[in-house]
């Protein structure tokens, strides 16, 4: 923690753009795959019952340790609203768990409500920005755009990517560009904003860029980047039927191309399972920024350092062969 304080976001991306250049000639190409994926955050799963648990607990700390007496700490009663809120999809403890939410909601009001009155001038000024997240997470609705899913991570948004096992993610996105061939990480940038993933091409291609001495031709996308043709003087090539015009190589060479691309996908697996990326547990915009990038890093040097192992026993085998 204390290295990554030091250092920061800039000194990371220029350990990151040493281990991209360690690989020479090979990050050249031509064409690149490009894709988006996610970094979540270590938060637990987001309901209105914890988040209001939350702010209730907070609040009881927060009287405890300025000497503030209250009128109640509602502490037995929100220990039975606690209970009511399991199984909360049942059809016969659905109403009391609904009921329950409300009545934390209420509870939380009224500590806030009280904390107002009675901390000192001095404090009050300090917990300001803290109580005013707190009334917007007990104001917020179901359908509400840009809530809050996390009180220590209130950067954190809801993305759905389309899987059947895992319908919605908490963290941030993540757009990753690796050579065509050798699947070398060019760039990865995290976004401290949802927004659509063709909008994410520009910053991610002008990263690849800078570690580049020629510029990419041609980014190949999934069908997820619909909207953008161009991004930094890049080609967008997108999956789609081939047209009537086209010959047979020209066909199979398009269908390669979108085929290949596939590829980035098990590196995000990888890049998950073995480099840390599954769970990001880094605080705020910074960290999400700083994990990506020592993930994308570690994942270069492996590369380099399978490489160099090769060739250093290509090499060992070449000369005892002399002597045999």
Not at 189 to 204: A, F, G
Not at 205 to 212: D, G, L, T
Request: proline share 3%.
């Amino acid at each position: 923690m204390h290295f990554r304080s030091r250092i920061g976001e800039i000194g990371v991306e220029k350990i990151f753009k040493m281990s991209v250049q360690l690989h020479d000639d090979a990050i050249e190409e031509k064409t690149v795959n490009v894709d988006t994926t996610v970094q979540e955050k270590f938060i637990t799963y987001p309901t209105d019952g914890k988040l209001a648990i939350k702010i209730i607990n907070r609040l009881n700390k927060l009287a405890k340790n300025n000497g503030i007496q209250q009128r109640r700490t509602y502490a037995k009663e929100v220990k039975e609203m606690g209970l009511k809120l399991r199984f909360f999809r049942h059809v016969k403890k659905r109403s009391s768990a609904k009921k329950a939410v409300k009545r934390l909601r209420t509870i939380a009001g009224i500590l806030l409500r009280e904390l107002r009155r009675k901390l000192p001038e001095s404090l009050l000024h300090i917990f300001q920005d803290d109580f005013a997240l707190y009334e917007r997470v007990l104001k917020q609705q179901k359908n509400d755009k840009d809530k809050i899913y996390s009180l220590h991570e209130p950067q954190v948004y809801c993305i759905a990517k389309g899987k059947d096992h895992k319908p919605y993610e908490y963290g941030s996105k993540a757009p990753i560009v690796s050579t065509a061939k050798d699947g070398i990480i060019l760039s990865a940038v995290s976004h401290p904003e949802n927004i659509h993933d063709s909008k994410t091409l520009d910053e991610v291609i002008s990263k690849a860029n800078e570690v580049r001495e020629s510029k990419i031709e041609e980014a190949i996308c999934d069908r997820g980047y619909r909207g953008k043709k161009m991004a930094e003087g890049a080609e967008i090539v997108l999956p789609k039927p081939a047209l009537k015009r086209d010959n047979r190589y020209q066909r199979e060479k398009k269908r390669k191309k979108c085929r290949r691309r596939a590829a980035i996908e098990p590196l995000i697996g990888h890049l998950k399972s073995n480099f840390r990326l599954s769970r990001n547990f880094l605080k705020g915009t910074v960290g999400d920024a700083i994990n990506l990038l020592m993930a994308a890093c570690a994942w270069n040097l492996r590369k380099w350092m399978v490489k160099a192992l090769k060739a250093f026993f290509c090499a060992l085998k070449r000369h005892f062969s002399l002597f045999f």
